[in-house]
């Protein structure tokens, strides 16, 4: 009857160990965090002195304690074995159980903790089994207790080998778990860059890291109803990001109305922005439908708004706020789907303070602003927007323009673009106008790219240096002129193909960069 009832007591408390390491394993998704509660447990339920958990690393072919119970921070520093190396190495290697029933009498025990202080005169028993999926040793897990003849190591054996499954069916499912995480961050990152790949506005040229941003903002905002105040200087393109943001939101089948606040007098703002009745004034023979009307359903973009009458900011103001107006000389209260785009180069926060700009109209058109940076901030995009430039020109021109000759790509990438976008476009239109040769060469120009100072390009250094510099800019341009044939270039320049070489040598050119590659018919810009 006693006998039953000690198999009894041990069978409950054997359950309510693993039920309580079944609820440790679930705790928390870091398994390194619960190993050392798990062995707690261990020793908790069954009077283990010691235990352990190692974790294999395949790339060194160690095990390190990763967890363990009754060793001190220094003892558990010195738990590291090869595979094969000591009981744990051992049962790492053939992914079996050992039963050690004295340590004092395997030679195999190394004590490389040093935990047992005395190998020979303490009577302790040892058991190690695998943590292990399928055939894959993850490491393992160690206990010892006292000696006894009264206690069965079998029934240790058994209980450990059921929590070493435990550990490790919780490792593959944090394994599966983090691979399908992993998956799904790295799927989520490639449908981004996808996204913001295919987003790239199909008005808009350049692929500088501060126009990537402008592009995120636009595909942000589109979709949505905010308001959106678009800033920057003269000609850096604020009219494409505003038919950026109409045509790939769900306006873009409804109409896009541009207004030019700037152009307008100030006795026509009122009449061209909400319309006239018949009779409102002198020269109002007809009722007349103002631009907000016009844009109903769609958007609406004001232009250089900081330069909108003070009188007009009110009415604006409500349009924005209520969505709603009156005719000049109406009394019918109209109602329109608008959405509002504005734009400037003007210090809004400036004139507000002056008194020249409605603080209040302000906070209300800047509640998404973007900024569009000018063209001096994005100078590796001045030859992909010159190659746009080259390309647009020479179609509506009839002409084939091959390609830009480097010192004009040195003009172009020195100046400072006080005008932009638009000014660089023009100074490409009568550059393509110009030449002769199917090249766009630096005396195209115009005056303020080719001054020393404009350019940034003063001649520095002595006079050999200086002739070697010239003389090299003389020759690459001859040999992409040639294609890379040594012997025409050297006809172009006027002297023999073996001086033609020896300048080449002693220059450091390669002229096989030149040749042109089949694969391509594109313009290319050199």
Known sequence: MTVMKEKSDRAIEELKLLLEISEILDRSYDLREELYPVLRAISNHTG???GTITLLDKDRGEL???AAYGLSGEELERGVYKVGEGIIGKVAQMGRPMVIPKISAEPMFLNKTGSRKNLQKEEISYICVPIKIENLVLGTLSADRIYSNDISLDEDLRVLTIIASMIA???????RNEQERKALLLENARLQEELRKRFHPSNMIGSSGVMQKVYDLIQQV?????????RGESGTGKELVAHAIHFNSHRASGPFIKVNCAALPESVVESELFGHEKGAFTGAYQQRKGRFEMAHGGTIFLDEIGDLPLSIQAKLLRVLQDKTFERVGG????RVNVRV???TNRDLEKLFKEGKFREDLYYRLNVFPIFIPPLRERKTDILELANHFVEKYSRENNKYVRRISTPAIDMLVSYHWPGNVRELENIIERAVILTTDDV???HYLPPTLQTAEASNTIMKGKLEETLDRVERE???ESLKNARGNKAKAARELGITERIMGLRVQKLGIDPKQYKPQRTSRSLKIQ
């Open 474 to 476: 003389m020759i690459i």
């Open 48 to 50: 283990m002195l010691r």
């Open 341 to 343: 785009i504005t734009a």
């Open 440 to 442: 766009i060469h630096g």
């Open 331 to 334: 009394s019918e209260t109209i």
């Open 169 to 175: 069916r919780a490792v593959r499912l944090r394994l």
């Open 64 to 66: 390190r304690i990763e």
């Open 222 to 230: 589109s979709m949505t109803e905010a308001t959106v105040l678009i």
